[in-house]
């Protein structure tokens, strides 16, 4: 027989399992959502990084095009590696030879593994002048950039031809 004091007090097993089916429940509606919105703002970041990393090729090209950049006669108008962006190049119409800068640093792929900034360039595929649209190689300068990823965006387009 129980004191008189203790009755009513505490849950019963059956109390507990329900809630625990509840709480599981729960988790397992809200776990995809979750991961929806990690993937989501990855591919923001990718978005942005590609964006950054273009602009940059955009501007080596312009300033190619003015004069600013030091070339051969018959060289490509684009970077011969993602680097040169990031380290600049002597501006050739400036009378104190100071560098052009086009980049600060080369933004990761949020999908490369490692996100080792050291190595941010390897992660990016390079697409050459000369190479096709539909079968990117790399080459002597550097056209374009993708992402090397397998994975497919929430759009259903692969990252590769983001």
Not at 65 to 79: I, M, N, W
Not at 137 to 148: A, F, H, K, L, T
Request: charge should be neutral; charged fraction near 25%.
């Amino acid at each position: 027989m129980r004191a008189p004091w203790t009755k009513g007090r505490g849950f019963t097993l059956i109390e507990l399992l329900v809630t625990l089916a509840i709480l599981a429940v729960l988790a397992v509606l809200v776990l995809p959502t979750a991961q929806m919105g990690v993937q989501r703002v990855k591919e923001q970041e990718l978005k942005l990084a590609l964006r950054e990393i273009r602009a940059g090729i955009d501007a080596y090209r312009k300033a190619f095009d003015s004069g600013h950049v030091q070339h051969d006669l018959g060289a490509s108008p684009y970077p011969p590696s993602l680097a040169i962006l990031v380290q600049g190049v002597p501006d050739q119409l400036d009378p104190e030879g100071r560098k052009l800068f086009f980049l600060r640093r080369i933004p990761p792929d949020p999908w490369c593994q490692g996100g080792d900034p050291a190595r941010a360039e390897s992660c990016w595929g390079k697409r050459s002048y000369a190479s096709e649209a539909d079968d990117p190689q790399e080459g002597n300068d550097v056209y374009d950039v993708y992402s090397r990823s397998e994975g497919t965006g929430l759009n259903g387009v692969p990252y590769k031809q983001w």
